[in-house]
Each structure stands twice: as structure tokens, then as C-alpha cells.
């Protein structure tokens, strides 16, 4: 099973433009996150619209791959990308993408990525926490999910899941074990083609989570539980907050 990560990064950032070139320490964030991902991947290529973006890359000695300006998500990103290195001849089984504003992930999270599609049957694997606090657990930006008894996912929702009938919304968090959805994706490479063929849909829409759409339209999603908490950089005070 050969696996290949890609960071898709875009310099129009609604909340941030420019986020990948911001600088932690000595190092841009994008070749932060890279130096992570290359301790877990023998190859690994940033997929970017961006030339500054191209330039820094290149710059630290990383790969890059020049991609769409039209994309809506990163997964579309990720799969150009993947496109074009297969069709230049890099061949691999399984796509990683890999979130370009999380510069403190962790191999380890990698590899239960990875150990996902040990099983034959894994078209698409996330990541999933434990959520540790009330706020976590009724916070809209940090999506929850709930999965079957084999761990693949049933739903991901903005609202915390399941609903706990009969109990104050403060007593939730004492009544059931929930889980947040860790941002970071992996699948097989004619998967990542099939599910970008998908149109947005209803679920998907009423959440704001593309993932729904890979569920509803039959796609099997296999989770598997870090207990490592990220840190990603949405906004220049998430940026604030890291440095001090």
C-alpha cells in the first residue's frame, strides 16, 4: 500500500489571506505542517493556486503542484493534484490530506490514518476525539459525528449528536461519551475521483460539511479515535494565541 500526502494551500483566505506564508518562529506555517508531513510520508507535494505560495515551497526545498483557482474545497484541490502526479508518473494507492493550518500535527495521527486501510474494504478514513468539555461539545465550529459499532461514520453535524432526551443540555456531557471530528482526511485514489464527481447536496448543505455528502450518496467513512488534540490556525488571533 503506497500512500501520498498532499496540503492543499490557497492565499485567499476569507479570515486570513496569506495564512500559509505567516511565520511561527523561524519557519512559515506551510513548511511547518510539510516538515511533519514528510516524518510520515516518503512523498508529499503542496497543491497551491498561489505563486507566492509556489515560491516559499520551493524555496524550504519541498514539492509543489500548481492547481485551480476555481476550487471549493481542498478535497477538490487534492484531487487535481493527485491527478496530475499520477499522470506524471507517481504512483500510490491511498491520497492523505493534509490540512495546510495545522502546523503542530502529529505523525502519530498520520499513521492511524494510514493503519485504516489495512482493512480492504476503507474507501475514505478521518480522525475523532473525544470531547473533553461542554464548550467543545456545543461549539458549531467544531463539528461532532457519530459512528457504528465497526467506527465508521453515520453523520457529522455542527449540533452536538446523539440528542440526550430528558436531561438539561448542562447535564449532556455526564450522560454519553461524544466525539469531534479531527479535519484530516485520507482516501483511495479512485474514491477521491468518484466523490469530487458528487454535486453538493442537502445534508451537506445544511451543515457545511462536505463530508455529508460522501454518506449520502453511499460512501463509507472509517474513523479512527486520537487522543492528541491540534491546534490549527483559523484567524490571526488563533495565530496570536499559538506564538504566546
Request: with cysteine; charged share 30%.
Amino acid at each position: 500500500m503506497k500512500f501520498i500526502g498532499i496540503i492543499p494551500a490557497r492565499y485567499a483566505s476569507t479570515r486570513f489571506p496569506g495564512k500559509p506564508l505567516v511565520k511561527i518562529g523561524d519557519n512559515s506555517m506551510i513548511e511547518l505542517v510539510y516538515n511533519q508531513a514528510v516524518k510520515a510520508f516518503d512523498k508529499v507535494l503542496v497543491a497551491t493556486d498561489d505563486n507566492r505560495i509556489a515560491d516559499e515551497v520551493k524555496r524550504f526545498g519541498g514539492n509543489v503542484v500548481m492547481t485551480s483557482a476555481d476550487h471549493q474545497s481542498g478535497t477538490d484541490r487534492c484531487c487535481e493534484a493527485a491527478i496530475k502526479a499520477f499522470d506524471s508518473g507517481e504512483l500510490f494507492d491511498v491520497v492523505v490530506n493534509i490540512q495546510g493550518d495545522e502546523p503542530f500535527i502529529q505523525p502519530e495521527q498520520l499513521g492511524l490514518l494510514k493503519d485504516c486501510f489495512n482493512d480492504r474494504d476503507t474507501e475514505i478514513a478521518t480522525l475523532i476525539k473525544k470531547i473533553e468539555s461542554t464548550d467543545d461539545l456545543f461549539d458549531e465550529n467544531k463539528p461532532k459525528v457519530i459512528t457504528r459499532t465497526d467506527k465508521s461514520a453515520i453523520y457529522f453535524s455542527r449540533w452536538p449528536i446523539p440528542f440526550i432526551r430528558g436531561c438539561e443540555k448542562d447535564e449532556w456531557f455526564d450522560k454519553h461519551t461524544f466525539y469531534k471530528h479531527i479535519g484530516l482526511y485520507a482516501y483511495r485514489f479512485n474514491t477521491l475521483k468518484d466523490i469530487c464527481k458528487l454535486k453538493p447536496s442537502a445534508i451537506e448543505k445544511a451543515e457545511s460539511l462536505e463530508q455529508n455528502r460522501w454518506i449520502e450518496n453511499g460512501f463509507t467513512i472509517k474513523t479512527a479515535v486520537t487522543t492528541i488534540e491540534t491546534i490549527g490556525i483559523d484567524t490571526p488571533d488563533d495565530l496570536k494565541k499559538v506564538i504566546q
